[in-house]
Nanobody, 111 residues
Framework: QVQLVQSGGGLVQYGGSLRLSCAASGSGFNLHNMAWYRQTPGKQRELVAYITPGGSTNYADFVQGRFTISRNNAKNIVYLQLNNLKPEDTAIYLC?????WGQGTQVTVSS
């Protein structure tokens, strides 16, 4: 089974930026859609963005051009660049290959 190990995240001020990474073990990474979700207490986990093996992307409406999902198939890594962060972006962010989940990374945005 593929393991997804996340890095990045942390505390940032309003308007700041962070980059999240998700490294996949095993083979077949370049065949999978990859996604980032986020979760806050009391709310359902919500899709942030996903990317196809060929690099086509799709974003949730709330992203509004602030985030960028990308992937490096040679390194088995998917990234999420978070720019112009707002306090409402505070959440645990999780990567997902539609089979396994990463361990989650806390992103906290102070006002």
């Amino acid at each position: 089974q593929v393991q997804l190990v996340q890095s990045g995240g942390g505390l940032v001020q309003y308007g700041g930026s962070l980059r999240l990474s998700c490294a996949a073990s095993g083979s077949g990474f370049n065949l999978h859609n990859m996604a980032w979700y986020r979760q806050t207490p009391g709310k359902q986990r919500e899709l942030v963005a996903y990317i196809t093996p060929g690099g086509s992307t799709n974003y949730a409406d709330f992203v509004q051009g602030r985030f960028t999902i990308s992937r490096n198939n040679a390194k088995n890594i998917v990234y999420l660049q978070l720019n112009n962060l707002k306090p409402e972006d505070t959440a645990i962010y999780l990567c997902h290959d539609f089979t396994s989940w990463g361990q989650g990374t806390q992103v906290t945005v102070s006002s």
